[in-house]
């Protein structure tokens, strides 16, 4: 924590049977620490037995996103510093959260305003009521940092319509508001002008019964979905058993936005995207949030600890910020099957359950 940061990275409240959780780090868009994750944890703990608290809203404070994903920076230095016990005593704690999150017996309504990104849809994706608003800029960005969708974003991505999931995976690419309702990562969209008025609507009368209820009064519909218009052609490309046929797919198909994911593609490591593909095609037949949870620690414990695409993928687009990362192995070619097998065959030292 810097000194311009406030001492109390999350606000924590209830009353009239609304808890409220505040992600206060918004000088880093609320990135999240270890801290910040156990202070959602307790919380959650503490309300789910309380009678008192029937309903619980999730916000970030800051006008520019709910949470932009773990706080990589301090996970670099854990890595540099080959802390590998310490990075999966983070994943395990983020990853029971997001189970408590999605499993949670009370009603969670989660506003996800501007940047809302890889562990920012982990604790608000699998709410019950997710809330989208004209600024809202969803993405699951790992394949940019060198690892694989996480969070549970696994399982989300997963059950897009079409191949979307894949699409999105592989790419990285941002989804909009309407783009979030559509692939399944949002339920009601609220203009930003108008979550004041809902916070102050759930404060006054929460009703755990009828939360959608509630949002539906205040709920219109955005613009139309840009992912939904370009469903043939992603389908085409996304539903190809290799990464090196989805480029070859993306190629024959051409046209700009197939070119731009194609540009996206070859920026992305390499193990990433081979892995990241299978990671979505087994979660596809997954039947629980908390097994594609388990996949993805098992996957994430392998990256952390028998791979330096990780530590590499943050060092060249957050840290150094010269966007020239030295991916190892550097090509689709260079990646054999055996490799993707080693990384699902991994079984951390510590269990998640």
């Not at 394949?143 to 997963?158: E, K, M, N, Q, V």
């Not at 990433?272 to 996949?295: F, H, N, P, Y």
Request: charged share 25%; aromatic share 6%.
């Amino acid at each position: 924590m810097t000194a311009s940061e406030p001492s109390d990275q999350v606000l924590l409240s209830s009353s009239g049977g609304l808890g409220r959780i505040i992600l206060n780090r918004p000088r880093a868009i609320n990135a999240l620490t270890p801290a910040m994750i156990e202070q959602v944890s307790g919380a959650l703990g503490t309300w789910r037995t309380d009678p008192d608290v029937g309903l619980v809203l999730l916000t970030g404070e800051g006008e520019r996103g709910l949470c932009a994903g773990a706080d990589v920076r301090a996970l670099h230095r854990v890595l540099v510093d080959g802390e590998t016990e310490a990075a999966d005593a983070f994943f395990r704690t983020e990853y029971a959260t997001n189970a408590l999150i999605g499993e949670f017996a009370k009603p969670i309504v989660a506003v996800m305003h501007g940047v809302t990104m890889g562990g920012g849809i982990g604790v608000s994706g699998h709410a019950a009521v997710r809330v989208v608003t004209e600024t809202s800029q969803l993405a699951m960005p790992e394949t940019r940092l060198g690892f694989t969708p996480d969070a549970g974003g696994s399982w989300l991505l997963s059950r897009a319509p079409g191949r979307l999931g894949e699409y999105l995976a592989l790419t990285s690419d941002t989804m909009d508001a309407a783009d979030a309702l559509h692939c399944g990562f949002a339920d009601f969209f609220v203009p930003s002008e108008r979550v004041g008025d809902l916070v102050d609507a759930f404060e006054t009368r929460a009703d755990p019964q009828t939360p959608a209820e509630l949002i539906m009064l205040f709920d219109e519909t955005p613009e139309s979905s840009r992912l939904a218009r370009e469903h043939e052609w992603i389908d085409d490309a996304f539903a190809a058993d290799t990464v090196e046929e989805i480029v070859e797919r993306l190629r024959r198909i051409g046209g700009p936005r197939p070119e731009a994911a194609l540009e996206a593609l070859s920026a992305r490591a390499p193990l990433a995207l081979k892995v990241t593909l299978e990671a979505i095609r087994r979660a596809r037949g997954m039947s629980t949030l908390r097994d594609a949870l388990a996949q993805e620690y098992g996957l994430v414990s392998w990256f952390v600890s028998s791979r330096t695409d990780l530590s590499e993928g943050i060092r060249a687009q957050v840290v150094d910020k010269d966007f020239r990362p030295d991916w190892t192995p550097a090509t689709l070619a260079e990646v054999s099957q055996e490799l993707v097998a080693e990384a699902f065959a991994h079984r951390p030292t510590a269990p998640l359950w």
